[in-house]
């Protein structure tokens, strides 16, 4: 069986976990904070990121190393499309979620959620306030920008850029952060997104791990 090493709360391992839930593929998960001085997952992930999959043997970190895995290993309910403008365009897409706008939502995470509820820590409202005013607009005004009117980011099915896309609004879902009326075609994409059935899955596994 497949393993993966991570925490469910890093929005990076989200993404492989949807990705293996969405295409119903069975899998273990091994706990293993993000930076670990463990030297077995040390050998597996030189940085110390997760997610690293192990599968018979092999492992891979990063997760958009492994979701490709993923798709090319286990070719159903493909979330690459097979034509080479929509695949540019959902990698596009994973790539601006994985960093532009997780800068946003990780951050607001981070001050709102990981430090004062998990880690006795305060929150720093100066970064708050900066990712308010400065970070995010700029990050929803883009996703609003190549928001379709209706059904998925790219093409006729969920893809990676859809997975990528749900990863961080759930992630500041935790900061009671909330996409603003002012990016509609967002905001109800996300309301069709967050209710797909294995997102929903997974945020509600999430929050029975955590007592929520």
């Not at 159903?76 to 994985?98: N, Q």
């Not at 001050?111 to 005013?133: C, G, H, S, W, Y």
């Not at 859809?162 to 500041?172: K, L």
Request: aromatic share 10%; with cysteine; net charge negative.
């Amino acid at each position: 069986m497949l393993k993966v090493h991570g925490v469910p709360l890093s929005p990076f391992v989200r993404k492989a976990l949807l990705t293996l839930e969405y295409k119903g593929i069975d899998y273990d998960l091994v706990p293993v904070m993000p930076a670990s001085d463990d030297p077995g997952f040390r050998a597996m992930s030189p940085l110390g990121k997760i997610p690293v999959l192990e599968h018979d043997g092999f492992t891979i970190p990063d997760s958009s190393i492994v979701c490709r895995y993923l798709d090319r290993v286990f070719p159903d309910k493909p979330i690459y499309p097979s034509y080479p403008a929509l695949e540019a365009k959902a990698t596009w897409i994973e790539e601006f979620a994985d960093t532009k706008l997780m800068e946003a939502c990780a951050g607001l995470f981070q001050q709102k959620f990981l430090f004062p509820k998990l880690m006795n820590k305060p929150t720093d409202e100066a970064i708050v306030d900066n990712i308010l005013r400065n970070v995010m607009p700029a990050a929803l005004a883009y996703v609003e920008s190549i928001t379709p009117e209706s059904g998925p980011m790219v093409g006729d099915h969920i893809t990676i850029a859809d997975i990528a896309i749900v990863t961080c609004f759930a992630q500041s879902q935790y900061a009671d952060f909330e996409v603003p009326s002012d990016y509609p075609r967002l905001k109800a994409y996300l309301a069709g997104a967050m209710a797909n059935e294995t997102v929903a899955g997974r945020i509600t596994s999430e929050r029975k791990q955590m007592g929520l």
